[in-house]
């Protein structure tokens, strides 16, 4: 069983930056792929960027070259840096983590970020 847990979410007002952290135990962390989902009030839930166990990305087009995602294999972390947030960067954001070629997927409980002046 995998267990994820996320923090670093919060209020930032645009233009600024947030770094989301999401704590993973339990599992065999370097195979795992990582994505962060998020999900605004009335609308479904999206991806926004993902890692796979070699370290290769993937960003929805809203978010790229405003935020970073990494891992970091020895502390079983994987982060989302948001730099540039907008006002419709606001939602609740969520860890989720799969093994490839599998039906094995797991989600965190959300962190909440809001971008207000």
């Known amino acids: 069983q995998v267990q994820l847990v996320e923090s670093g979410g919060g209020l930032v007002q645009p233009g600024g930056s947030l770094r989301l952290s999401c704590a993973v135990s339990?599992?065999?962390?370097?195979?795992?792929?990582l994505d962060w989902h998020r999900q605004a009030p009335g609308k479904q839930r999206e991806l926004v960027a993902g890692?796979?166990?070699?370290?290769?990305?993937n960003y929805a087009d809203s978010v790229k070259g405003r935020f970073t995602i990494s891992r970091d294999n020895a502390k079983k972390t994987v982060y989302l840096q948001m730099d540039s947030l907008k006002p419709e960067d606001t939602a609740v954001y969520y860890c989720?983590?799969?093994?490839?070629?599998?039906?094995?997927?797991?989600w965190g409980q959300g962190t909440q970020v809001t971008v207000s002046s």
């Open positions: 339990g599992g065999i962390f370097n195979i795992l792929t």
């Open positions: 890692i796979t166990g070699g370290g290769s990305t």
């Open positions: 989720y983590a799969r093994y490839v070629g599998t039906s094995l997927n797991y």
